[in-house]
C-alpha cells in the first residue's frame, strides 16, 4: 500500500510541476508583448517599464520561472495588477462561495443520479429506462449558459420565487446548484446505470436473489456497494467538469466565487489574477483526484497490488 | 421515423445549412430601429433582437460560427492527437513517458478552464477560440488513440508486417491507425457535441467571435438581458444549440453501439 502511495504521490507532484509551468507560460503566450496587452499599445513608456519591472519580465523567462516557483512555495501569488491587493487575499475571499457551490451541486447531482440511474438499470428497456435515460441526454445536451438563464426566466422573473443573482442566503444557492448539477446528474445516472448492469450479472446477485432478498434488498446490499468504486472515480474525474463549468454559472448568476473572479480578471486583463485563479483550480483537481485514487486503492485490493491504476 | 434518423437529418441539416448560409444575402448586421424586440412576424420568421436584426438571419450565421469550429477543431485535435498517441504507444521508451507526463498535465485543468484562460489571454476572436479549443481537445484523442494501440500493437500483421521489413510511417498509418479508428470516430462524434457547446459557452463570455459576426453563444448572453420582454432572443439560438448537441449525442450512441466500442469512463465530458 505504501508503495501504490508513494508512486501515486510522486506522479501527482510531477503533474504538478508540469501545471504550474504550463500556467506560468500562459503569461508568456500571447503574441507580442503581454505587456502591450495589459496596458494597450498607446500607453506610455514609463508605464511599460514600471509593469514590466513588476511582473519581472526584463528578466530571462528561467529566471522568472524560479522566482516564480519560489514564490509560490512562500505563498505569494503576487499582486492584482487592478486593485494591487495581494492575489492570495482575493482568493481566499472567493474560494468560500466556490466551494460551497460545488458541494451542494455535488450532492443535488447524486440526489437526483442514483433514483434515476437505478431505476433505469432495474427496468432496462422498458419506459422506465427510456424515459430516465432520455432525460439525461437531455441533461448532457443543455449547456449552462443557456439552463442558467432559463430557471431565471422561470423561477425568479415569472414565478418570483427565488433570487436573479447574487450570493445571500440559502435561497440564492438552488439555481446555480440546479445549473451546474444537471449536466453532473446526467453522466452520472447514465454510469450508475451501465455499472449495475454489469454487476446485476454476476454470481453473487444470483445467489443473493435465490437467498428470497427483495428486489430492492439485492440492489442496496449488494449490486450497488460493488458498482460503487467506478463511480467514486467518474465523481472525481466530474468534479473538473464541475469546476470548469462553475466559470460559466458563476458568471450568469453573479455568484462571487472564484470562477467569476476568472472572467472578471480576464476582462480586466489581470493576468496575475488570471493565472492564480487557474492554478488553484486545476490544483483542486489533481489533489482531489489522487484522494481518490488513493481511497479507492484503499477500499479495492486488487489495486494496489497490482500497482498502476 | 427513428430518433436516430431524425438526428442524422438534423446533423445533415446543420452542416449545409451553415454552409449554404454562406451564399445566401444574410442581413446580420442591417439595424432596423422600427423592429427593436418585435417577436416573430411572416417577415422575419424568428423576430427581430434589441437592434432590429432579424434574429432568423444571426441564427444561421451562428450556425456557421459553429460549425466551421467544430468541424475545424475535430479535424485538429484529431489528427494531431491520434498521431501522437499512436506514436507514443508504437516507440513506447523516453517518448512514451514524455507524452504520458504531456496528457497527465493537460488533463489535470478541468473542462473548459484551460480554453477559456487560452481565449482570454490571446483575446477574443474565432482564431483564437479555434486554438484554444484545439490546445485542449488534441489530449482527450492522444489518450485513447494510445491505450488503443497498445492493445493492438502485439498482434500478428503488426508483427508480420514488421518482419517483412515495413517501414514505420506504413506500419503505423496503415496497420495500426485503421484498426484502431472505430473508437476514435465515436469519440470524435461526442467531441463535435463538446466543442459546439464550448465554442458557444467562449462567445457567451464575450471570448468568441466578436460583433456584429454572430454566434449562438454571443446571441443568448445579448438575448439575457431582455429575456422579459423578448424571450425570443434566447431562445431561438437556444433551442437551435440544444438540438444540434442532442443530435450529435444522439448519433454518437448510435454509432458507439454499431461499431461496439465500449462506453467511455469521460462520456459526456463537456
Known sequence: MLRFLLSRLLSTVTVVIGVVCLVFLLIHLVPGDPVDMMLGENAQMADRDALRQALGLNQPVSVQLLSYFSNLLQGDLGNSLHSRIPVSELLAQRIPATVELAVISLLLACVIAFPLGIVAALNKGKTWDRTAMGASMLGVSIPNFLLGPLLILIFSIYLGWLPVSGRDGLASIILPAITLGTALAAVLSRMIRSTLLEVLHEDYIRTARAKGDSHLQVVIHHALPNAMLPIITLLGLQLGVLLGGAVITETVFSWPGIGKLTIDSIMKRDYPVVQACVLVISLTYVVVNMLTDMVYAWIDPRIRIGGRI | ?270
Open chain 2, 1 to 270: 421515423m427513428s430518433r436516430y434518423g431524425l438526428s442524422v437529418w438534423i446533423i445533415i441539416i446543420w452542416i449545409l445549412g451553415s454552409f449554404v448560409s454562406q451564399l445566401l444575402p444574410l442581413n446580420i448586421s442591417q439595424v432596423e430601429l422600427e423592429a427593436i424586440l418585435q417577436g416573430p412576424t411572416l417577415e422575419h420568421w424568428f423576430g427581430n433582437d434589441d437592434l432590429g436584426r432579424p434574429v432568423f438571419d444571426r441564427l444561421l450565421s451562428g450556425s456557421y460560427t459553429s460549425c466551421i469550429v467544430a468541424l475545424t477543431v475535430i479535424c485538429i485535435s484529431v489528427i494531431t492527437g491520434t498521431v501522437i498517441g499512436t506514436l507514443s504507444a508504437y516507440l513506447g521508451g523516453l517518448f512514451d513517458q514524455v507524452v504520458v507526463r504531456v496528457i497527465d498535465i493537460f488533463l489535470a485543468f478541468p473542462g473548459i478552464l484551460l480554453a477559456i484562460a487560452l481565449a482570454g489571454i490571446m483575446g477574443p476572436g474565432i482564431d483564437n477560440v479555434v486554438i484554444a479549443l484545439s490546445v485542449v481537445g488534441w489530449v482527450g484523442f492522444a489518450r485513447l488513440a494510445r491505450a488503443q494501440t497498445l492493445s493492438v500493437k502485439h498482434r500478428d500483421h503488426v508483427q508480420a508486417a514488421l518482419v517483412l521489413g515495413s517501414r514505420q510511417r506504413k506500419i503505423i498509418f496503415v496497420h495500426l491507425i485503421p484498426l484502431i479508428s472505430a473508437p476514435i470516430l465515436v469519440e470524435a462524434t461526442f467531441g463535435v457535441a463538446s466543442v459546439v457547446i464550448a465554442e458557444a459557452g467562449l462567445s457567451f463570455l464575450g471570448l468568441g467571435v466578436q460583433a456584429p459576426d454572430a454566434s449562438w453563444g454571443s446571441m443568448i448572453r445579448d438575448g439575457t438581458r431582455y429575456m422579459l420582454v423578448a424571450p425570443h432572443l434566447v431562445l431561438a439560438p437556444g433551442v437551435a444549440l440544444m438540438v444540434v448537441v442532442l443530435a450529435v449525442n444522439l448519433a454518437g450512441d448510435r454509432l458507439r453501439d454499431q461499431l461496439d466500442v465500449k462506453a467511455n469512463i469521460k462520456e459526456g465530458e463537456t
